[in-house]
């Protein structure tokens, strides 16, 4: 089970606590980050394909807000079997899924190196080249 350790300090006695969260819990929390950056991110967008999703599927209220997506269509969304895997959304209940290893972030308006960041921060190793053509692709199951 991957794990990221973090520090959490408290307000009223500025007590350091390290807290460990599951990859789950790490992987919604980048996702929160990103939202509170400005940039409106979704996960699992199922419409026909890439190519058809339009800004306002995506949640973006302008032309020009960043935007960034994971595409859940044709069989490729992803659903938590537990706290710390991930794995295809048609997996039955009942049977274990084939840990996914890799999400993919379609991005665009600048958002990329946001998502890259973020998710580096969460603990997450991240492959991007820095173009704004390539996807940004988060290693899910690392551990």
Request: proline share 3%.
């Amino acid at each position: 089970m991957s794990t990221g350790m973090f520090t959490v300090t408290a307000a009223d006695n500025e007590v350091e606590e390290v807290v460990e969260l599951s990859t789950k819990e790490r992987w919604n929390k980048a996702v929160r980050e990103i939202r509170k950056t400005g940039v409106a991110i979704k996960q699992n967008i199922r419409e026909c394909c890439n190519n058809c999703i339009t800004l306002d599927q995506i949640g973006a209220k302008t032309d020009t807000q960043p935007w960034a997506y994971t595409y859940g269509g044709q069989g490729f969304a992803t659903k938590w079997e537990n706290d710390y895997k991930m794995v295809p959304a048609s997996t039955p209940k009942y049977v274990r899924g084939v840990p996914v290893t890799e999400v993919y972030f379609k991005h665009g308006n600048g958002s990329a190196q946001v998502v890259a960041d973020t998710f580096r921060a969460n603990g997450f190793i991240v492959n991007w080249d820095g173009s704004e053509s390539r996807a940004v692709v988060i290693k899910v199951n690392n551990d």
